[in-house]
């Protein structure tokens, strides 16, 4: 070992949102850095950040900013050396990071799909005809509309605890979370029932983990190493890059999955107009390093059949 490891004194300071999904992701990260190197819990610090995403709750992402609102501040931390990594949700990380910065850990990825939450309806088949149904995302807003224009889509901001209070109001009848995130609070019996991949397409990296290090920072680089987990790299590799070619934004609706099917990488990928009155779907094969060169292939191909005025950003 080339590196000095944290210790009680001198804590590695592990930089998070405050929402308990946050703060239980954080708790993984510091436990798997704590097994792989048997370092005591008073070895880490986890350090609360507040985003811009996490401060403004009274309107859509859309209208404060997009892409990096729940990672911003973080990173300006992590660059001022207030914190020693990150963890973020990838699905809120925009395709480029900061001069400086790097993500290249992911931990092992949870369940993929959406959970369809309600405390009256089973299914999103048994929706009512003109049923409530409210989202933040404006890829399930957007899915849902496609397949059910008859459902009125109301805002839904919030963290699983607020969203689930706003149900109990009768805010609407239903929403949507993840199931990566129910499972890792603990929660999986919030979900009606989890809806598949060929149903609703998830968000790109919905369910990854991502942490963040210094580019120059040795120690950081080599802890991290010790606990990425490869299969979800390649396959975040495949569905970032595919997000990148689309330009991708929090005004965009896209859906992407990248899975491993033996020695071979399968993307799909889905672009949607925001009010969901058309879809565009495609896919690649191919081996799996070529995550990258699959995302790109694909991004354009998805591009080059929209429409000029598919996208509202354009």
Sequence with gaps: MTFSLPTPAQPLKIGTRGSPLALAQAHETRDRLRAAFDLPEAAFEIVVIKTTGDRVLDRPLKEIGGKGLFTREIEDALLACEIDIAVHSMKDMPTLQPDGLLLDCYLPREDVRDAFVSPTVASLAELPEGAVVGSSSLRRR????????DLKLVEFRGNVQTRMRKLEDGVAVATFLAMAGLNRLGMIHVARSAIAPEDMLPAVAQGAIGIERRADDARAAEMLAAIHHRETGLRLAAERSLLAGLD????????????????????????LRPDGSDAIRGERRGSLLEGARLGSDLAAELLAQAPTDFFAWR
């Design 248 to 271: 991708g934004s929090c005004e965009t609706p896209i859906a992407g999955l990248a899975v491993i099917q033996g020695d071979q990488l399968w993307l799909r990928g889905e672009i």
């Design 142 to 149: 957007a899915q849902l509309a496609l397949r059910r224009p």
